[in-house]
């Protein structure tokens, strides 16, 4: 008879458990999909990156530049640690740069190609002085990304993601010594000499922070690299019947990077879990005193 009640008692205890733990398991995976729509900045560096560039010694050196990225983000979480987000980010980036003029510059190196705007523009570079060029971009940037994360349910927990950035140009513009130095001249514009489209890798780490069980900020490392060369190499520059080739014939790939921190803060769509617990803890009590 004790052995009887003993497993009636155990039968039932255990189906309440059961009950219990699926209404939990249902609840977190019920609270971690559905969409998010938020906002998105940050501090960047960027760079062009060419060998012949950076192989070119005191004609023309790297120098950094920060931009700041302005965004929207809209995403899907289809599980409790995975799910995909769209971005849509607009940012002015390039290369900035550092040298000393000389009176020959390599054809395969942008300082040619600063040396020789400057003199379109009636600012001729001095053999032997520094001077300072930028190559700036405007681009609007639109990645494609799959998102890990830990424990979502923790006030704080790791943010992850990966994957592939449209990353369309839409103006360039040279500068040399803080001026604007347009193809003075020439029937072309600088963004001729660049592809219009280029594909790049990105890639992210940081974590995410629950503000409240709707808001989340966000803040992650991120890496950007292109996967082709930005420059057109077939473009050509010419002036009423004269034409040739804008870059060197030997000139290598220049690979677009960009890297720094990225912030988010993030609306979830997902419902609450607290009403789905409660009537399953309802039914459940239901079923416990039926049986009685």
């Known amino acids: ?73 809209v995403g899907y979480t289809f599980t409790k640690h995975m799910g995909v987000e769209l971005d849509f980010i607009y940012v002015t980036q390039g290369q900035g740069y550092k040298g000393v003029a000389v009176a020959n510059p390599d054809d395969n190196v942008m300082s040619s190609t600063f040396a020789g705007v400057a003199d379109l523009n009636g600012k001729p570079l001095v053999v032997g002085d520094s001077y300072t060029a930028e190559t700036r971009f405007s681009n609007i940037k639109i990645p494609v990304l799959f998102r890990y994360t830990g424990n979502t349910d923790k006030k704080v927990y790791f943010h992850s993601f990966i994957g592939p950035q449209i990353d369309m140009i839409s103006s360039v513009n040279y500068y040399v010594n803080g001026n604007k130095s347009p193809l003075t001249g020439y029937d072309q514009t600088p963004s001729d000499m660049y592809k219009k489209m280029t594909i790049d890798g990105v890639l992210g780490v940081g974590a995410g922070f629950n503000l409240t069980s709707n808001l989340v900020l966000s803040a992650d490392l991120r890496l950007e690299y292109g996967l082709g060369d930005v420059e057109k190499k077939s473009a050509t520059i010419s002036q009423g019947n004269i034409s040739g080739n804008f870059y060197g014939s030997d000139r290598t790939a220049t690979n677009n990077a960009s890297g720094g921190l990225m912030v988010a803060l993030t609306y979830k769509f997902a419902k609450k879990a607290t009403s789905k617990t409660t009537k399953t803890t309802t039914k459940t009590t239901t079923t416990s005193k039926a049986k009685k």
């Not at 009636?8 to 609270?31: D, E, N, P, R």
């Open 1 to 73: 008879m004790t052995k009887h009640t003993f497993l009636q008692t155990t039968t039932k205890s255990a189906k309440v458990i059961a009950l219990c733990a699926l209404s939990l398991a249902g609840t977190q995976s019920y609270a971690q999909k559905g969409f998010d729509v938020g906002l998105n900045s940050g501090v960047q560096t960027s760079s062009l990156i060419n060998k012949q560039d950076q192989a070119a010694g005191e004609e023309l050196d790297y120098s950094q530049k920060i931009h700041i990225p302005v965004g929207i983000n």
